[in-house]
């Protein structure tokens, strides 16, 4: 991934953030920052969770969230948690704990493959790659969205790992499937993990006071744990609360989904994701 981030300044820069001038003239100032990141996914199973896929009730085919749902469902959480939605802070805290979880159970699958491919006597075997690898276009508007991207590009790698020892003779059919099935199954209950967060606009005050915003949320997500009530504790990437802005946090344009539909995500809160 190559992250492209710069304001390009040129040897005209200060003229461009110079205070008014004697004729009268408004001070430019520099608009909100966006960013761009590209993606290079080489296996199917790293591409169907990008788009994710719908529910088939007619077949009991249960829906799978992708990326780019994901990214919009976390845009939701951080918004919710900087209007201080204190169910919003405790979802953007156990999204963080199941990305870390996530992470380090793509790390050991990868280290045992690479055990097995690092074992074959007198061979240096290449990863197996795609002659026509897919590159996504990604931009964002949170950390979240983007550890989610992180995560889906490690378990590519990943997944063309389990590939080569197959293909080379070192894993045999069942152990590739089984493999196959692990290697996924972290990112997809990642993807998941927001499904339970419902948003009320309820604030701290509306719980601590048993408003019936607050007494609704209690009954549809539970008893908050007094250290997230109290906003004591908080995710490490968690937005700062509406009126305590923090200028080392940039503020950032919404989510991209697919570039020839942006709209897309938002959009499908409800469970319908692309195929």
């Not at 276009?137 to 889906?152: D, N």
Request: net charge negative.
């Amino acid at each position: 991934m190559n992250d492209a981030m710069a304001d390009n300044p040129t040897s005209n820069d200060n003229s461009r953030t110079s205070p008014a001038s004697s004729s009268g003239g408004s001070p430019i100032e520099p608009g909100r920052l966006t960013n761009s990141v590209r993606m290079t996914i080489q296996t199917r199973v790293a591409q169907r969770l990008i788009h994710g896929r719908r529910s088939d009730p007619a077949s009991g085919t249960p829906a799978i969230v992708g990326l780019y749902r994901y990214a919009a469902m976390t845009r939701q959480l951080w918004t919710a948690a900087g209007n201080d939605d204190p169910y919003a802070d405790w979802w953007l805290l156990r999204v963080e704990q199941e990305t870390d979880a996530v992470r380090e159970q793509i790390q050991g699958l990868r280290q045992h493959i690479d055990r097995f491919l690092e074992g074959a006597p007198a061979m240096d075997i290449a990863l197996a790659h795609s002659l026509e690898p897919a590159v996504v276009e990604l931009t964002f508007g949170t950390p979240y969205a983007y550890q989610g991207a992180y995560l889906l590009a490690d378990l590519d790698e990943l997944v063309l790992a389990i590939m080569t020892g197959r293909f080379v003779g070192l894993l045999d059919r069942e152990t590739f499937e089984r493999h196959l099935e692990e290697s996924g199954r972290g990112v997809r209950r990642l993807f998941a993990t927001i499904q339970g967060y419902r948003h009320l606009a309820v604030t701290r005050d509306d719980v601590r006071q048993g408003a019936q915003k607050g007494q609704r949320a209690i009954e549809l997500m539970g008893e908050l744990p007094d250290e997230i009530l109290s906003g004591e504790l908080r995710a490490a990437h968690a937005p700062p609360l509406r009126g305590k802005a923090d200028a080392s946090v940039p503020e950032t344009a919404p989510e991209e989904t697919k570039p020839d539909n942006k709209d897309t995500a938002a959009e499908k809160l409800d469970g319908s994701e692309q195929e």
